[in-house]
């Protein structure tokens, strides 16, 4: 991660053994909140433990049909997903041009990619 002063939940994250993808507006170019931070890893009972160790919640889901996990105290989510590498395609195709959307139809965007890069792969 390129960045300098990590908040400590950040930190663990990155030093965390599971990977953890850095996505939204940090990822996208665009920070609408400087405390926030949103990452995607992969939806298994291990990666589960590890954000339960490290203080987060279950919040809900995600527009890729995933679950939402933050930790409170310092508005970090984490995105759980069940395909990681459709995560990474669909964030890559929406790259360029995300910023041009409001967060509004962002959620739209993604669910239209997914099913773009589905339907590719088949």
Known sequence: ???????????????SRYPFFLTGG??????????EWEFFAEDCTQVREELSRLGFMVAGDS??????????????????????ALKKR???????????????????LWNLAAHILREKSN
């Open 63 to 84: 527009p890729m049909g995933s679950t939402f996990v933050h930790h409170e105290s310092v508005r970090v989510y984490v995105e759980l997903v069940a395909d990681v």
């Open 90 to 108: 669909a964030q890559e195709l929406l790259k360029p041009f995300m910023n041009r959307f409001p967060s509004l139809h962002r959620n739209d």
């Open 26 to 35: 940090r990822y996208f170019g665009y920070i609408e909140n400087h405390v």
């Open 1 to 15: 991660m390129l960045f300098m002063h990590l908040p400590g939940v950040v930190k663990n994250l990155e030093d």
